[in-house]
């Protein structure tokens, strides 16, 4: 057995960065706070060109307008149509319209494989701004690449499509008639992340929202606030503030707890220290307490809802709030069935988690890229255990060192993003990707990044199990990789991919690290409505019988102390074109596409009430 006694303390307030080493550069990263304040929304119907050939990008010698980077002709130039002589072969405004946002796959038959290039117009006026403020322009996501102008200037592009972005346009906004013009371009590249294989849809479009958002001169743009370690009365904060002075003063309050203080910026505008608190009531699953903490220097002021929680691994246990906790949970795409296409919105999060809750989950893995901020917004509030993940998703391009640069933005973009959210607690940086030297130097160095940027949070990746010849009846999981994260977390089909369900009876398993096991997937496919014996594949007692015999099978591992199975819900996947059946869905959901429970979800429901039911026991 590898020895695995690493103590993770991990005591938060939410999470951030409780030293300056630990500060993600800002021109890496978004600006975080943009997403707490209040905003201008451009939200709605926006006018959309559909271009599958980039004529509205490239000249016909395939040169990009902007290439000098002045725009020197194309759709973003957004040029009307006042001129009865002119030759002009597009016309935002006599367009089709699409939702903003929204994926343009689930909004339009005609675009429901389309891969390619798409073109967004927005017109609006711009916010009155007084002496010295600034507006910046947010996008919550866009899916893949976004090039983005405004009134015919390039504010820049963004690649990867889950995590925000956003520009400054205070120089470039018109009092009226301003023309926000977006390219977004979802095609699938081998030195993308994720690549080109993957198993769910690939929707395409401006997923989320977009808004524009008003701030004075100088102004907070990151903030982190933990417990720090060694006690639990003091917590450690850190204020960045954007273009500030030496010396500018940052007011902390916690008003609950009678917290207010004054600390002092750096050269670099940061301010940072530990404070004395008293009475801090721990965030749990059972009671998610939340605070108001307000955040002011000068005349800019953010309000956070942040809950206060410890997070740790001691050997073979995960402790929450210094209590050992079984982590009951599911895994989750970012849809929403019922709608059809891209969940992305607050009333989204509470559909889906609260079928989490209903399941009996504490727990849930946010599979396989970073979700909405809506989703861990709303599971602080529901008191849900969060799994959040980068898509390094199977056959990741390892050699290539732009592919690698990418998922490091991702990832710092992920954490930076949510490391205030005290639902979250576990970073994941893989999933099933195959054992070799440079995949191990890859993830390597994406785990040694979040552990810089956020070293309060556990981290683990998805695996995959290993068999020996010899031993057909025996399931290993010896990955190298396993070394390096907190918990030894791992997806296996025994009943579905690997025999039937009643192999589960059989098979044993030997996890060769002294750390808590997770099953970070198990399962099986049904179509919900299909019965018939237990036998016949993809009727909903075969699934059953999968979660009947897996939970027993892998209550066997010593370690366990949780599970994700998958899925919550059947989600659409063009790799599942069995007709009458799939018909482009993964059926593995417990959920049905229309919202209907399968037996299965009863199965796992049961195990979860008495789990809970023990721990509750166990505590009296």
């Known amino acids: ?35 707490s304040r209040p905003t201008i929304s451009l939200n709605g119907k926006w006018r959309a060109i559909v271009d599958p050939y980039d004529n509205g990008f490239y000249n016909y010698r395939y040169e990009a307008y902007d290439a000098t980077g002045r725009v020197t002709g194309g759709f973003a130039q957004d040029r009307p149509h006042d001129d009865k002589r002119a030759l002009i072969e597009y016309n935002f405004d006599t367009a089709q319209q699409l939702d903003v946002p929204g994926d343009w796959n689930s909004q339009d038959d005609r675009l429901f494989y389309y891969e390619g290039s798409l073109w967004y117009r927005r017109a609006f006026d711009a916010p009155a701004l007084a002496a010295g403020e600034r507006c910046f322009l947010r996008f919550g996501a866009a899916n893949y690449r976004a090039d983005v102008y405004l009134n015919a200037q390039k504010l820049g ?48 479009g401006l997923t989320r929202d977009v808004d524009l958002v008003v701030v004075p001169a100088t102004f907070i743009r ?42 002092t910026t ?45 997070i740790e691994t001691r050997g073979t246990d995960i402790l929450l709030n210094g209590r050992s906790v079984f982590l009951r949970g599911i895994s989750l795409h970012e849809e ?3 709608r059809g296409g891209r969940a992305w919105s607050a009333d989204d999060a509470r559909l889906l988690l609260g079928w989490a809750k209903e399941l009996g989950c504490n727990f849930v893995r946010l599979a396989h890229y970073p979700h909405n901020d809506h989703m861990a917004r709303t599971a602080d509030e529901l008191g849900l255990m969060l799994w959040e993940e980068i898509p390094v998703y199977w056959t990741i391009d390892w050699l290539n060192p732009d592919t690698l640069a990418n998922a490091r933005a991702q990832l710092a973009d992920l954490i930076v993003r949510d490391r205030n959210r005290a639902s979250v607690v576990v970073w994941s940086v893989a999933n099933e990707t195959p054992p070799s030297e440079p995949r191990m130097q890859f993830l390597g160095t994406l785990v040694r990044d979040a552990r810089a940027l956020d070293d309060t949070r556990l981290v683990s990746a998805a695996m995959e199990v290993h068999s020996d010849p010899s031993q057909p009846n025996l399931r290993i999981v010896n990955d190298a990789f396993g070394e390096l994260t907190d918990l030894a977390s791992f997806n296996e089909y025994v009943g579905w991919y690997d025999g039937l369900p009643e192999k589960c009876d059989q098979v044993m398993w030997r996890v060769d690290y002294q750390k808590p096991v997770f099953i970070s997937e198990f399962g099986g496919g049904a179509l919900a409505g299909f019965h018939a014996d237990a036998l016949t594949r993809f009727s909903e007692e075969f699934q059953a019988d999968i979660y009947r015999r897996s939970i027993p099978m892998l209550q066997g591992i010593p370690q366990l102390r949780g599970m994700s199975p998958w899925i ?39 195990f979860y009430r008495a789990q809970a039911a023990a721990t509750d026991r166990s505590r009296k």
């Open 1 to 35: 057995m590898i020895p695995m006694t690493r103590l993770a303390s991990l005591l938060v307030l939410c999470t951030g960065f409780v030293t300056s080493a630990l500060v993600a550069d800002p021109a890496r990263t978004a600006i975080a706070s943009l997403a």
């Open 157 to 204: 592009t963004h690649i990867g499509g889950f995590t925000p972005f956003d520009f400054e346009v205070t120089a470039h906004l018109r009092p009226t008639g301003n023309s926000l013009v977006v390219r977004v371009n979802n095609q699938r590249h081998r030195s993308a992340v994720p690549t080109v294989n993957t198993d769910w849809w690939n929707y395409g």
């Open 222 to 263: 990151d903030y982190a606030i933990a417990l720090a370690r060694g006690d639990g009365d003091e917590v450690s904060v850190m204020v960045q503030l954007e273009d500030a002075k030496v010396s500018a003063e940052v007011e902390i309050e916690i008003p609950e707890l009678g917290l207010h203080r004054t600390l």
């Open 266 to 310: 750096d050269a670099s505008g940061r301010a940072s220290g530990r404070l004395s608190v008293v009475g801090i009531e721990r965030w749990s699953p059972e009671k998610p307490r939340l605070y108001e903490v307000v955040l002011s220097s000068g005349t800019d002021r953010v309000t956070e809802r942040m809950g206060f929680r410890t």
């Open 336 to 338: 929403n069935p019922l």
């Open 568 to 606: 919550l819900v059947d989600f659409r996947s063009p790799r599942r074109p069995l007709a009458e059946i799939q018909d482009g869905w993964n059926r593995k959901g417990l959920i049905g596409d229309r919202g209907e429970r399968k037996q299965a979800f009863r199965v796992l429901q049961e």
